[in-house]
């Protein structure tokens, strides 16, 4: 018996996948959807951290020299492959920060010239973000 590393609950062997470094996962649709997602991610980041090596942009078939760094996966890039995140879709603010926002959007709309549209990220969100991180959203 182990513990899921992503919602605790304890299984066998039977059900679930025990991994190195004991990252040992349920087989819940949830939580092995998370592992895929983390193992695809690796992979994807390990074969892309081969153009930073040449001080390249990270982006597939770019050999632009890389400028920016993704705040997620920590990859360097050239300015057209990087972009603020869409902090409308929220999935990529923890519920703190989204309770935050919320206040924040409140706050401002009650302004005479109140734009919650342009409200700025709470401090601490990403600053720049590569397409790919920007894809993978939240499981």
Known sequence: MTDCVYCTS???EKHG????DYTDVCARKLCSEKLRDL??????RDGAAQ???RDECAAEE????????????????CTSHVRPPNYQDRSLLTRAEMGAQD????????EPFGR??????PSGAPQLICEHCAGRGKL
């Open 62 to 77: 770019c050999a632009a020299a890389m400028g920016q760094q993704c705040a997620l996966c920590r990859l360097h890039f």
């Open 103 to 110: 206040h924040l959007i409140v706050s401002a709309g009650r």
């Open 51 to 53: 153009s930073n090596k």
């Open 10 to 12: 304890p299984f066998c």
């Open 116 to 121: 919650p549209e342009l409200f700025m990220s």
């Open 17 to 20: 996948e025990r991994g190195p």
């Open 39 to 44: 193992r695809e991610h690796t992979e994807w």
